[in-house]
C-alpha cells in the first residue's frame, strides 16, 4: 500500500489565489463572514412587526454573535421607527403614583432645564414680590378690612351685654365669657346669691339671649375668616399669575403638541398657590435631600426626572453585561434624612429595558437565568409590554417600607439573547412560554466552506478585524498562513473555521511579534512565531507526557514487531490545548468461549463509547471465525499504562489488530501506530483529532531514538479530507523518514501491521492459508478437532456423556 502524499496532508493556500498584495487593499467587510444563515434569521426576527419575535443566538462562544448583530444593527436598523423620551413627573393628586410623560428623542432634558430655569426665577421672585411693600400692603389692607368686621360684630354684642349688666370677655378663637357684673366689678359667687330670686333670673335670662347672639357672631366671624382666606388665596393667586403665568404660558405655547405636558404645566400653575410656603420657607430639609441624591437645590416637586434620554432620534441599541434586576428593570433610590429613609418620583432609575425601549436589547442568556427573578421578570415585562418599576425588596416580600409606584412604563423591545446550544434546548423542553416569546433562532455556523471565493471573502474578513482593532496590515502571506491555520481549526482541508476570537487574538499576537521585530507588516513568519508562543505557553502538561516517553517511564515501542501489541493514538485536552499521544494496547488470547474481555469496562475504567467499540468487535471476530462452529478461544484488551477514564471507539481498529495478531500469533510492526473506528462490517469510519493523533507519534518517534524511515500512521481514509498537519510533519514525509497512510477496511489495517495479506474467504467460507485470517481459521479447526477428539475419549469411558 502506497503512503498520502504530500498534498493529501496539507493543503496550502496558494498565493494566486490571493489577489492582493496586502490587506490595506482590501474592503473591510461590513458583515461577519459565512453567517448566511443566522444573518438571515436576524433580518427576518428585527422586520416582524409582532410581538414574540425575539431572537435566541445559538452557537459558542467567539464565533463574533454579538458583533455581527452590532454590525447589523447599526447598517440595517429600521430608521422610520422613532425612538422617545421618558420622564417622571409629581403627581399632584396621588403622590405615591408618579405621572409618566412621553417625548420625542431629546427633548427630556429641554422640558427638565425649562421646569429647573422657571422654578429658579421663582425661587427669587416669589419671595421678593411677597415680601414686597405693595403685597404686604394689600394683604394688610385685607387683613385690616376682616379685622374690623370682626371687632364690630363682636363691639355690637359686647355693647348690648354692657346695656344688660354682663360682661363679654373673648379669649382664643371660638373661646367667650359672660360675666354677671356688680357695678364696676363681676359679682363673685357670695354676692351673686345675695341677688333676690328675680334678679338673679333676669340675669340668667340676659346671658342666654346674649349667648345665642354671640353664638351667631362667631358663625358670621367663622365665614369671614373662610373669605379672608379665599381672598388671601385669590390675592397669591393674582400675584403668582402675575409672576409665573406668562412664564407658564410660554411652555405651554412651547409644548402644545405634547397634550400630556401641557396637562402638567396647568396641574403645575394649580399646585404653586397651594405649595407657596416651599417658597417662602428657608427648607433646609430640601436642601438636605438635594444634596444627599446628587439634584440640584429646588423644590422636589416641580423637578422632572428624566428616565431615558435619547440625545438623537437613532433607535436605541443597548448591550446588557450584566443583566441584574435593578439593572434591567430600573429602580428606586432611597435617601436617609435625620434618621428617616425618604423616596420620592425624583429617584427613580432606568435599567436597560427603559434604554432600549423602541429599540433593541442583547444579552447573555446565562447571565439572565444566573440572576433571582430576571427571567421571570422578563418574561412578564414582555407579556404584558410593559415596564413596572418593583424593588426588589418588595418582590422577596422582606421590606414593608412605604414606597412609589410609578406608572408603568409602555415596552417596544426586540430582545436578543446569546447562549449555546445545551442552554436553548433546556428552555425548549422546562419553559413552556421560550417558545412563545423567542420565536426566532439564529443558528450560528462553526465553518464555512474552503473555496477560492472564500478565501478572498476571508481575507477580507481578516482586512475588517485588522482595521477594526487597529493593527499592523497583513501581507498576502499572512494573510495565506491564517487561513491555512483557520483550516487546522476547522480539521478540513475544505473548511475554514468561523471562530472569529481566535482568528482576533491570532492577529493581534502576530501584530505583537511584528511591532517588536520593527516590521510594518505582519508576515507570514510573525504568524508562525505567534503560534509557537502560544503552543509553548500551553504545552507544559504534554512536555510532562514527553517526559516520561523520553525517559522510559511510559512504555512504547518504535522499532521491531511484537504479538498483541499495538500502538494505539488518543488526543488530550488541557484548557484549550489539544496534543496527541501514543497508547499501547495489549490483546492475550486462552481457551475459552470466544468471548473479548473487556479490562477497561470491567474495572469501571471504559465508557460507554468503549465498551459499544468491543462489543462490535466480539461482533465482528464471530463473524469472520465462529459462523458455523463454535470458537474456542476468548481474549482480553486493555490500555496499557492506563489510570483513568477511556472513552471514544477511535482505538476499536488498534484493539481489532490486536486481537488478530494474538488470535493468529503473527507479530505487529511497532514502527506504525493506528487510530480509527470499526462497524460490525469491518470498514473502518471516521474519527476525530486526526491532526493531533499524527503529530504525536511523529513526535514520540522522535523522542524514542530518533526517525528511522519506517516508521508512520494509519488512519481511516475518510478522514484524509481532515489533515492539516504541522509543517514538520510535512518536512519529514518529503524527506521519507515519515509515512501516513490510509485504510477503508480493516483487512488493510491488518496487512499493513502484520505484514501478511488478511485473506479473502472463498464461496466456501475458506481463507488461504498463508493468510492471517488463514492461519486464525487453522488455528480454531485445529482446536475444534481436538476439542472433538476430546468429547469422543470421553464418550468412550462412559458411554453415558453425550
Known amino acids: 500500500m502506497k503512503s498520502l502524499s504530500l498534498h493529501q496532508l496539507y493543503k496550502a493556500c496558494v498565493l494566486k489565489d490571493l489577489p492582493f498584495k496586502t490587506t490595506r487593499q482590501l474592503e473591510p467587510l461590513a458583515e461577519i463572514v459565512g453567517q448566511n444563515r443566522a444573518q438571515e434569521a436576524v433580518r427576518f426576527a428585527l422586520a416582524m412587526p409582532h410581538s414574540g419575535y425575539n431572537v435566541y443566538a445559538v452557537g459558542r462562544n467567539g464565533l463574533g454573535k454579538r458583533t455581527m448583530m452590532l454590525r447589523y444593527l447599526e447598517h440595517h436598523v429600521d430608521t422610520e421607527h422613532s425612538s422617545h423620551d421618558w420622564c417622571y413627573v409629581a403627581n399632584f393628586e396621588e403622590p405615591r403614583i408618579p405621572k409618566l410623560l412621553r417625548l420625542p428623542a431629546g427633548k427630556g432634558n429641554a422640558l427638565k432645564q425649562d421646569m429647573e430655569r422657571l422654578m429658579g426665577r421663582l425661587m427669587k421672585m416669589i419671595p421678593q414680590t411677597f415680601d414686597s411693600d405693595s403685597f404686604l400692603e394689600r394683604s394688610e389692607q385685607l387683613k385690616n378690612e376682616y379685622g374690623k368686621k370682626q371687632e364690630d360684630e363682636l363691639e355690637k354684642v359686647a355693647n348690648q351685654a354692657k346695656r344688660k349688666k354682663v360682661s363679654l370677655t373673648v379669649t382664643t378663637p ?53 373669605e379672608y382666606a379665599e381672598k388671601q388665596q385669590a390675592l397669591n393667586q393674582e400675584t403668582l399669575e402675575g409672576i409665573s403665568g406668562h412664564q407658564l404660558d410660554e411652555l405651554i405655547a412651547k409644548y402644545k403638541d405634547l397634550p400630556d405636558v401641557v396637562a402638567y404645566f396647568e396641574a403645575v400653575r394649580t399646585d404653586l398657590a397651594d405649595s407657596l410656603d416651599i417658597f417662602l420657607e428657608d427648607n433646609e430639609e430640601q436642601a438636605a435631600i438635594a444634596y444627599a441624591s446628587l439634584d440640584k437645590k429646588m423644590p422636589r416637586r416641580y423637578l422632572v426626572n428624566v428616565l431615558v434620554h435619547q440625545k438623537t432620534d437613532e433607535v436605541p441599541v443597548v448591550v446588557e453585561d450584566n443583566p441584574t434586576y435593578h439593572n434591567l428593570f430600573g429602580y428606586v433610590e432611597n435617601v436617609t434624612y435625620k434618621g428617616t429613609v425618604f423616596t420620592d418620583f425624583s429617584l427613580i432609575r432606568p435599567g436597560s429595558l427603559h434604554r432600549a425601549n423602541g429599540g433593541y436589547l442583547l444579552m447573555d442568556a446565562i447571565k439572565v437565568l444566573e440572576q433571582p427573578f430576571v427571567w421571570d421578570g422578563l418574561k412578564r415585562a414582555l407579556r404584558s409590554k410593559s415596564i413596572q418599576i418593583n424593588s426588589l425588596e418588595r418582590e422577596m416580600t422582606l421590606s414593608g417600607t412605604i414606597s412609589i409606584e410609578p406608572e408603568a412604563v409602555p415596552l417596544d423591545v426586540k430582545i436578543v439573547l446569546f447562549g449555546d446550544r445545551e ?39 481578516i482586512a475588517s478585524l485588522v482595521s477594526e482593532k487597529q493593527l499592523l496590515h497583513c501581507s498576502n502571506k499572512a494573510v495565506a498562513r491564517i487561513i491555512e491555520y483557520s483550516a487546522r481549526m476547522a480539521d478540513h482541508q475544505d473548511r475554514l473555521s468561523l471562530h472569529a476570537a481566535d482568528i482576533a487574538n491570532l492577529l493581534r499576537e502576530s501584530d505583537f511579534w511584528a511591532r517588536q521585530a520593527g516590521a510594518r507588516l505582519i508576515q507570514d513568519i510573525h504568524v508562525e512565531r505567534a503560534l509557537e508562543s502560544a503552543r509553548y505557553r500551553s504545552s507544559r502538561i504534554r512536555d510532562q507526557f514527553y517526559d516520561s516517553i523520553r525517559d522510559g517511564s511510559t512504555l512504547v515501542s518504535t522499532e521491531g514487531a511484537c504479538v498483541g501489541q499495538v500502538n494505539a493514538l488518543s488526543v488530550l485536552s488541557t484548557g484549550g490545548f489539544e496534543f496527541g499521544l501514543s497508547n499501547r494496547i495489549t490483546a492475550t488470547c486462552y481457551y475459552g468461549d470466544g468471548a473479548v474481555m473487556d479490562i477497561e469496562r470491567d474495572v469501571k475504567l471504559g465508557g460507554n463509547i468503549h465498551s459499544k467499540g468491543v462489543m462490535i468487535l466480539s461482533s465482528w471476530l464471530a463473524a469472520h471465525f465462529a459462523v458455523n462452529d463454535p470458537m ?27 486481537l488478530v495478531s494474538t488470535l493468529s500469533g503473527l507479530p505487529v510492526r511497532q514502527d506504525l ?15 476525530g483529532g486526526v491532526n493531533e493523533k499524527v503529530e504525536g507519534f511523529f513526535h514520540t518517534c522522535q523522542l524514542k531514538g530518533g526517525l528511522t524511515g519506517t516508521q508512520g500512521v494509519i488512519l481511516p481514509a475518510t478522514n484524509v479530507q481532515n489533515l492539516m498537519l504541522d509543517s514538520e510533519v510535512v518536512q519529514a514525509v518529503r524527506k521519507d523518514q515519515f509515512a501516513v497512510y490510509s485504510v477503508s477496511r480493516a483487512e488493510e489495517a491488518i496487512t499493513l501491521l502484520l505484514g501478511k495479506p488478511a485473506g479473502k474467504a472463498d ?17 480454531l479447526e485445529k482446536m475444534r478437532e481436538h476439542e472433538r477428539q476430546e468429547h469422543a475419549r470421553d464418550e468412550q469411558k462412559d458411554p453415558s456423556i453425550h
Open 763 to 779: 464461496t466456501k467460507g475458506r481463507y488461504p492459508k498463508q493468510s492471517v485470517f488463514g492461519i486464525i481459521q487453522q488455528r
Open 673 to 687: 501506530a493506528i487510530t480509527g473506528s470499526v462497524n460490525q462490517f469491518g470498514e473502518v469510519q471516521p474519527i
Open 423 to 461: 442552554t436553548w434546548m433546556l428552555l425548549q423542553d422546562y419553559d413552556s412560554e421560550f417558545s412563545e416569546l423567542f420565536r426566532v433562532t439564529a443558528d450560528f455556523e462553526n465553518e464555512m466552506y474552503r473555496t477560492d471565493d472564500s478565501q478572498l471573502l476571508y481575507a477580507k474578513f
Open 174 to 226: 371660638g373661646g367667650y365669657r359672660l360675666v354677671a357684673m356688680n357695678g364696676e366689678e363681676p359679682h363673685t359667687a357670695e354676692t351673686f346669691q345675695a341677688l333676690t330670686d328675680e334678679e338673679r333670673e333676669k340675669f340668667e335670662d340676659s346671658i342666654n339671649k346674649l349667648e345665642k347672639k354671640l353664638r351667631q357672631a362667631l358663625r358670621k366671624l367663622a365665614d369671614w375668616e373662610q
Open 632 to 658: 474456542h478461544l476468548s481474549a482480553s484488551l486493555t490500555f496499557e499504562q492506563n489510570y483513568g477514564e477511556v472513552d471514544g471507539d477511535s482505538a476499536s481498529l488498534a484493539e481489532l489488530c490486536a
